[in-house]
């Protein structure tokens, strides 16, 4: 089902449908005049895309705002498959990029992992599971119409139009350019991943999410994805109504690694220490801090313009454990890179007896 479906429902008494099926298939924009005939009878009549649905579980609710549907019907449209939940109580309706998770009697659901408000409960009827269609339809991208007439025409060919669909976009950089290959994960403001919508950044570091539920968002590129980076995050934008957000870009940090001393290595006793660490792209100073686990006070702190240096110091003694701490930055101060001071991983080491 393309995303630019129109869902158009016409609650009405028992009717006359002539030339419904024709006019439902005609390639030029026509009308199809619906008049009431006498009788007590009502139900629903469903069009989509100007197409007359073929299901029979669809009611009118809540005073004839909402329209429920029995969840498998929407198979039958096409726009999905029903999945059992985590529990019995629960039922997904799952897409390629969405899944609606519905709960009986509730009047609460989730889309992908977010907690949405319904516009009215779920509840069984005759033990099929009855859901707001209204609610399915704009969580899928599609356009909504609910028309109450009891005589109406309706043009059954839509002139077309583009689902008002929201979407994020934004750049990655790492100094001052855009970077290209970085997995760029969505997640909802409790940093919970929104499952199908990852994106990876193009040639100038772009990258994309498109048809995305109302919400409140982040942009999260996590080390888990990237290894050689530090978590990063953009901030947080609040998406409804076919929104597009332009994020501010996401500044990248490099992971420093020890090269010497190795990570937790004994080093020999030594007038001399030479300390290494791998490079960092666009570094004007390192700056390397020496000092004792859970201790601020600095033993050696000193700057170089090189991932290398001997230190000569007699402030560090034999059988105690030391943190070495890197950090990069360029030329207008701008944090490059670094190593624990960043949220890398503590770099250790002692001095042999």
């Not at 026509?30 to 073929?54: C, F, M």
């Not at 529990?87 to 997904?92: C, D, I, L, P």
């Not at 909802?188 to 994106?199: H, L, M, R, W």
């Amino acid at each position: 089902m393309a995303t630019n479906n129109r869902v158009l429902l016409v609650a009405l008494g028992l009717v006359t449908l002539l030339g419904i099926f024709a006019a439902a298939y005609a390639q030029a924009p026509v009308t199809v005049e619906v008049r009431p005939v006498d009788g007590g009878a009502s139900g629903t009549l469903l069009l989509i895309d100007g197409k007359l649905a073929q299901i029979a579980n669809v009611e009118i609710a809540a005073r004839g705002q909402q329209v429920m549907v029995w969840i498998r019907e929407l198979e039958k449209l096409g726009w999905g498959t029903v999945q059992a939940g985590s529990s019995a109580e629960k039922t997904v309706f799952k897409t390629k990029n969405i899944a609606l998770t519905f709960s009986k009697n509730q009047s609460v659901a989730m889309v992908n992992s977010l907690s949405v408000q319904l516009p009215i409960e779920t509840y069984l009827k005759g033990g099929k599971l009855m859901v707001p269609l209204s609610f399915v339809a704009k969580s899928l991208g599609y356009s909504f119409d609910l028309a109450m007439r009891p005589v109406a025409t309706v043009s059954t060919i839509p002139p077309p139009a583009s689902a008002r669909t929201n979407g994020i976009r934004g750049q990655v950089f790492y100094n001052s350019k855009g970077v290209a290959g970085i997995k760029v994960a969505l997640v909802d403001p409790d940093y919970n991943t929104v499952k199908g919508f990852q994106s990876v950044t193009g040639a100038n570091g772009d990258y994309a999410f498109d048809s995305v539920p109302d919400g409140a968002y982040l942009a999260y590129v996590w080390v888990g994805h990237n290894p050689g980076y530090f978590n990063r995050v953009s901030e947080e934008t609040d998406l409804s109504g076919g929104k597009i957000a332009e994020l501010k870009p996401i500044n990248l940090g490099k992971i420093i690694h020890p090269v010497r001393p190795k990570e937790d290595q004994a080093i020999a006793a030594a007038a001399k220490i030479v300390f290494e660490w791998t490079p960092c792209e666009g570094t004007a100073l390192y700056k390397l801090v020496v000092t004792k686990p859970d201790s601020k006070e600095e033993l050696i702190s000193l700057t170089t313009a090189k991932p290398k240096v001997e230190v000569v110091t007699k402030k560090l003694s034999p059988g105690i454990a030391y943190v070495a701490d890197i950090e990069a930055r360029d030329a207008d101060g701008r944090l490059l890179g670094g190593t624990i001071g960043s949220g890398g991983k503590i770099w250790t080491f002692s001095v042999k007896k």
